[in-house]
């Protein structure tokens, strides 16, 4: 029997601007199992990075509720950032690596908040930019990385804690077919070796192919494709 990680349940969310009301997720189900890929693909605009960002605890749902190995999440709780630093790992869309910082300072960034010490957190930062095959860059700064470096430095920062699901927001968005084939390779060879969970949102069939389970978004609700 596959066990559930995190559920989504009846997730709404709206926004409202000067046009009016905009629904964007309206009762949307998910269920994510333990040590799975899964992607969520749909048109530009549908809401997929406002249900990742929901279910990445970054943003609240309007109404609806989030299910953590069994337990209901409460969003509003003091411990929530602590949480979900350790047992979440977020790919942003646009990768957000802080430019004052080097490579190897952005990824060990995470592991610093949970209050390992320095000589530690830059030496496992280190372990995964040899994984990642990126250790040449640990001391370039962000605008000294290509795309590609970026986003895998973007990756490294998401697996410092070694989360239990990893959350990846197009993460081969801004590459080229090489190189997004690339990345999608790593990210299916770490979810065999880790067998950490991963969620991928993409608008590239390929990578939907590729992944165990698809879900489309689609007039604010989750689709088995
Ligand atoms: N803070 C906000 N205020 C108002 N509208 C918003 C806000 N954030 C997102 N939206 C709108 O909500 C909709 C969903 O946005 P979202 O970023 O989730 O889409 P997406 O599916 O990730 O799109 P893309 O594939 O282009 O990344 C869009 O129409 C967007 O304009
Ligand atoms: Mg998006």
């Known amino acids: 029997m596959k066990e559930k990680i995190l559920s989504g349940l009846n997730l709404c969310k709206s926004y409202q601007d000067s046009n009016g009301v905009l629904n964007v997720l309206s009762g949307a189900d998910i269920d994510i199992f333990k040590g799975e890929t899964l992607c969520i693909t749909g048109q530009s605009g549908c809401g997929k990075s406002t249900l990742l960002h929901i279910l990445g605890l970054l943003d609240k749902p309007d109404r609806g509720k989030l299910i953590f190995e069994g337990k209901s999440i409460d969003t ?3 411990n929530v950032n602590l949480f979900r630093n350790k047992r979440l ?3 942003f869309q646009f990768h957000y690596l802080l430019e004052d910082f ?4 952005n990824i060990a960034i995470p592991r610093l908040i949970t209050g390992e010490s320095h000589k530690k957190a ?3 930062a280190k372990e995964l930019m040899l994984k990642l095959n990126i250790a040449k860059q640990a001391d370039h700064y962000p605008n000294q990385l290509s795309g590609g470096e970026q986003q895998r430095v973007a990756i490294c920062r998401a697996l410092i804690n070694n989360p239990d699901i990893v959350l990846a927001d197009e993460p081969t968005g801004n ?3 090489k190189h997004s084939r690339e990345v999608m390779d790593l990210i299916m060879q770490l979810n ?3 067998k950490q969970t ?3 949102v993409t608008h590239n069939p390929e990578i939907a192919g590729l992944t165990d389970r698809h879900l489309e978004l ?3 609700v989750l689709v088995e494709r």
């Not at 080097?102 to 300072?105: P, R, S, V």
């Open 192 to 194: 065999r070796e880790t």
């Open 122 to 124: 830059l030496s496992d």
């Open 218 to 220: 689609l007039n604010g």
């Open 76 to 78: 509003t709780a003091k």
């Open 102 to 105: 080097t490579a190897l300072e």
């Open 198 to 200: 991963f969620l991928i």
């Open 175 to 177: 590459l080229d077919p």
């Open 89 to 91: 790992g977020f790919v």
